[in-house]
Protein backbone atom coordinates (compact mmCIF):
# COMPACT_ATOMS: atom_id res chain seq x y z
CA UNK A 1 0.00 0.00 0.00
CA UNK A 2 1.30 3.50 -0.58
CA UNK A 3 0.04 5.43 2.73
CA UNK A 4 1.12 8.72 2.13
CA UNK A 5 0.73 11.82 5.24
CA UNK A 6 0.59 15.22 3.19
CA UNK A 7 1.76 17.74 6.04
CA UNK A 8 1.97 21.49 5.75
CA UNK A 9 0.06 24.43 7.71
CA UNK A 10 -3.49 25.46 6.88
CA UNK A 11 -3.20 27.11 2.84
CA UNK A 12 -0.29 24.80 2.01
CA UNK A 13 -2.44 23.83 -0.83
CA UNK A 14 -3.05 19.70 0.86
CA UNK A 15 -6.51 19.93 -0.29
CA UNK A 16 -5.69 20.60 -4.27
CA UNK A 17 -2.84 18.38 -4.14
CA UNK A 18 -4.69 15.45 -2.65
CA UNK A 19 -7.16 15.85 -5.20
CA UNK A 20 -4.89 15.25 -8.03
CA UNK A 21 -2.76 12.81 -6.41
CA UNK A 22 -5.99 10.25 -5.34
CA UNK A 23 -6.97 10.50 -8.97
CA UNK A 24 -3.29 9.31 -9.88
CA UNK A 25 -2.54 6.61 -7.44
CA UNK A 26 -6.18 5.60 -6.88
CA UNK A 27 -5.84 6.09 -2.95
CA UNK A 28 -8.68 7.24 -0.63
CA UNK A 29 -8.33 10.91 0.80
CA UNK A 30 -9.07 10.89 4.71
CA UNK A 31 -9.50 14.95 5.65
CA UNK A 32 -10.28 15.36 8.96
CA UNK A 33 -11.37 18.83 8.45
CA UNK A 34 -13.58 17.35 6.00
CA UNK A 35 -15.01 14.82 7.94
CA UNK A 36 -15.50 17.15 10.44
CA UNK A 37 -17.22 19.79 8.28
CA UNK A 38 -19.33 16.92 6.94
CA UNK A 39 -20.53 16.53 11.14
CA UNK A 40 -20.99 19.59 11.21
CA UNK A 41 -23.15 19.96 8.10
CA UNK A 42 -25.27 17.16 9.40
CA UNK A 43 -25.67 18.80 12.59
CA UNK A 44 -24.01 15.46 15.16
CA UNK A 45 -23.62 16.12 18.68
CA UNK A 46 -20.02 15.66 17.74
CA UNK A 47 -19.98 18.24 14.81
CA UNK A 48 -21.35 20.59 17.24
CA UNK A 49 -19.05 20.23 19.96
CA UNK A 50 -16.08 20.86 17.06
CA UNK A 51 -17.80 23.50 15.51
CA UNK A 52 -16.80 25.30 18.95
CA UNK A 53 -13.19 24.87 18.97
CA UNK A 54 -12.96 24.80 14.76
CA UNK A 55 -14.43 28.74 14.91
CA UNK A 56 -11.79 29.84 17.32
CA UNK A 57 -9.15 27.88 15.10
CA UNK A 58 -8.30 24.94 17.79
CA UNK A 59 -7.52 21.62 17.26
CA UNK A 60 -10.61 19.29 18.22
CA UNK A 61 -9.71 16.75 20.77
CA UNK A 62 -7.29 13.73 19.94
CA UNK A 63 -9.71 10.94 20.37
CA UNK A 64 -12.27 12.49 18.41
CA UNK A 65 -10.27 12.76 15.09
CA UNK A 66 -8.89 9.21 15.84
CA UNK A 67 -11.90 7.74 16.07
CA UNK A 68 -12.91 8.95 13.07
CA UNK A 69 -9.50 7.71 11.32
CA UNK A 70 -10.10 4.24 12.84
CA UNK A 71 -13.83 4.06 11.67
CA UNK A 72 -12.64 5.04 7.90
CA UNK A 73 -9.11 2.39 7.97
CA UNK A 74 -12.04 -0.31 9.27
CA UNK A 75 -14.36 0.80 6.12
CA UNK A 76 -11.88 0.86 3.55
CA UNK A 77 -9.58 -2.43 4.34
CA UNK A 78 -8.83 -3.27 0.44
CA UNK A 79 -7.40 -0.06 -1.39
CA UNK A 80 -4.03 0.98 -2.88
CA UNK A 81 -3.34 2.95 0.13
CA UNK A 82 -4.42 6.22 1.72
CA UNK A 83 -3.97 10.17 1.69
CA UNK A 84 -3.85 11.34 5.24
CA UNK A 85 -4.59 15.61 4.83
CA UNK A 86 -4.80 17.44 8.12
CA UNK A 87 -4.39 14.11 10.00
CA UNK A 88 -1.97 13.61 12.56
CA UNK A 89 -1.55 17.33 13.48
CA UNK A 90 -0.29 16.38 17.18
CA UNK A 91 1.97 13.75 18.58
CA UNK A 92 -0.76 11.86 19.94
CA UNK A 93 -2.41 11.32 16.74
CA UNK A 94 0.84 10.17 14.91
CA UNK A 95 1.60 7.29 17.50
CA UNK A 96 -2.31 6.49 17.53
CA UNK A 97 -2.12 6.22 13.86
CA UNK A 98 0.88 4.01 13.23
CA UNK A 99 -0.57 1.76 15.75
CA UNK A 100 -4.15 1.19 14.01
CA UNK A 101 -2.21 0.90 10.24
CA UNK A 102 0.23 -2.10 12.24
CA UNK A 103 -2.98 -3.70 13.25
CA UNK A 104 -4.27 -3.50 9.46
CA UNK A 105 -0.84 -4.73 8.66
CA UNK A 106 0.71 -1.94 6.74
CA UNK A 107 2.61 1.25 7.45
CA UNK A 108 3.04 4.94 6.43
CA UNK A 109 4.81 5.29 3.54
CA UNK A 110 6.07 9.00 3.29
CA UNK A 111 5.41 12.09 5.11
CA UNK A 112 5.21 15.02 2.19
CA UNK A 113 5.64 18.55 3.85
CA UNK A 114 4.45 21.44 1.48
CA UNK A 115 6.22 24.27 2.55
CA UNK A 116 4.58 27.62 2.69
CA UNK A 117 5.77 30.92 4.47
CA UNK A 118 3.31 32.27 6.56
CA UNK A 119 3.28 35.96 4.53
CA UNK A 120 2.00 33.43 1.37
CA UNK A 121 -0.51 31.43 3.72
CA UNK A 122 -2.05 34.24 5.48
CA UNK A 123 -2.95 36.02 1.64
CA UNK A 124 -4.04 32.42 0.58
CA UNK A 125 -6.30 31.46 3.45
CA UNK A 126 -8.20 35.21 3.54
CA UNK A 127 -8.75 34.79 -0.36
CA UNK A 128 -9.83 31.10 0.01
CA UNK A 129 -12.78 32.49 3.00
CA UNK A 130 -13.92 34.81 0.15
CA UNK A 131 -14.53 31.81 -2.25
CA UNK A 132 -15.29 28.90 0.43
CA UNK A 133 -17.59 30.88 2.28
CA UNK A 134 -15.60 28.96 5.46
CA UNK A 135 -15.83 31.01 9.10
CA UNK A 136 -12.45 29.96 9.70
CA UNK A 137 -11.10 31.31 6.67
CA UNK A 138 -12.33 34.85 7.09
CA UNK A 139 -10.87 36.26 10.28
CA UNK A 140 -7.27 37.27 10.23
CA UNK A 141 -7.12 36.30 14.14
CA UNK A 142 -8.62 32.90 13.85
CA UNK A 143 -6.06 32.25 10.81
CA UNK A 144 -3.48 33.53 12.68
CA UNK A 145 -4.51 31.37 15.94
CA UNK A 146 -4.39 27.64 13.29
CA UNK A 147 -0.97 28.88 12.02
CA UNK A 148 0.12 29.12 15.92
CA UNK A 149 -1.25 25.68 16.59
CA UNK A 150 0.41 24.28 13.61
CA UNK A 151 3.34 25.49 14.60
CA UNK A 152 3.09 24.72 18.30
CA UNK A 153 1.62 21.33 17.71
CA UNK A 154 1.87 20.36 14.28
CA UNK A 155 5.20 21.06 13.10
CA UNK A 156 7.25 19.09 15.76
CA UNK A 157 5.56 15.75 13.60
CA UNK A 158 8.49 16.68 11.57
CA UNK A 159 10.62 15.31 14.23
CA UNK A 160 8.29 12.52 14.52
CA UNK A 161 9.03 11.36 10.64
CA UNK A 162 12.42 12.04 9.88
CA UNK A 163 13.16 10.13 12.90
CA UNK A 164 11.68 6.91 10.83
CA UNK A 165 13.59 8.22 8.03
CA UNK A 166 9.65 9.25 5.88
CA UNK A 167 10.13 12.80 6.09
CA UNK A 168 10.14 14.68 2.32
CA UNK A 169 9.87 18.95 2.30
CA UNK A 170 8.30 19.61 -0.91
CA UNK A 171 8.36 24.02 -2.07
CA UNK A 172 4.88 24.67 -1.60
CA UNK A 173 4.76 27.84 -3.84
CA UNK A 174 4.60 27.77 -7.48
CA UNK A 175 1.15 26.60 -9.75
CA UNK A 176 -0.59 23.70 -9.14
CA UNK A 177 1.01 22.00 -12.01
CA UNK A 178 4.64 22.53 -10.42
CA UNK A 179 4.06 21.41 -7.02
CA UNK A 180 1.76 18.50 -8.51
CA UNK A 181 5.39 17.40 -10.80
CA UNK A 182 7.41 18.10 -6.91
CA UNK A 183 4.93 15.27 -5.11
CA UNK A 184 5.04 12.72 -7.89
CA UNK A 185 8.67 12.87 -8.49
CA UNK A 186 9.13 12.35 -4.89
CA UNK A 187 6.52 9.72 -4.57
CA UNK A 188 8.66 7.84 -7.57
CA UNK A 189 11.68 7.90 -5.86
CA UNK A 190 10.52 6.58 -2.73
CA UNK A 191 8.48 4.33 -4.43
CA UNK A 192 12.15 2.44 -5.45
CA UNK A 193 13.10 2.09 -1.77
CA UNK A 194 9.94 0.66 -0.41
P1 LIG B 1 -6.60 23.76 7.41
O1 LIG B 1 -5.50 22.77 7.23
O2 LIG B 1 -6.69 24.73 6.28
O3 LIG B 1 -6.59 24.43 8.75
P2 LIG B 1 -8.54 21.66 7.88
O4 LIG B 1 -9.78 21.47 7.09
O5 LIG B 1 -7.51 20.60 7.81
O6 LIG B 1 -7.96 23.04 7.35
O7 LIG B 1 -8.89 21.91 9.42
C1 LIG B 1 -9.86 22.84 9.84
C2 LIG B 1 -10.01 22.75 11.36
O8 LIG B 1 -10.52 21.44 11.72
C3 LIG B 1 -8.74 22.90 12.18
O9 LIG B 1 -8.43 24.26 12.45
C4 LIG B 1 -9.11 22.12 13.46
O10 LIG B 1 -9.93 22.88 14.31
C5 LIG B 1 -9.95 20.98 12.94
N1 LIG B 1 -9.14 19.75 12.66
C6 LIG B 1 -8.96 19.18 11.44
N2 LIG B 1 -8.16 18.10 11.52
C7 LIG B 1 -7.82 17.97 12.84
C8 LIG B 1 -6.99 17.06 13.57
N3 LIG B 1 -6.35 16.05 12.97
N4 LIG B 1 -6.87 17.25 14.91
C9 LIG B 1 -7.50 18.24 15.53
N5 LIG B 1 -8.29 19.16 14.91
C10 LIG B 1 -8.46 19.03 13.57
Known sequence: ?????????????KGTQSEKLIEKYQLIHLSTGDLLRSEIAQQTELGMKAKLLMDKGELVPDEVVIGMIRSKLDQNKSTNG?????????????????KLLSENNTAISCMLALEVDNEELTKR??????????????????IRNRIKEYNNKTAPL??????????????G?????????????????????I
Open 173 to 193: IGSVEEIFGALCSEIASIHQV
Open 1 to 13: MLNIVLFGPPGAG
Open 125 to 142: LLLRGKDSGRADDQNEDI
Open 82 to 98: FIFDGFPRTAAQAEALD
Open 158 to 171: KDYYTAQRKFHAIN
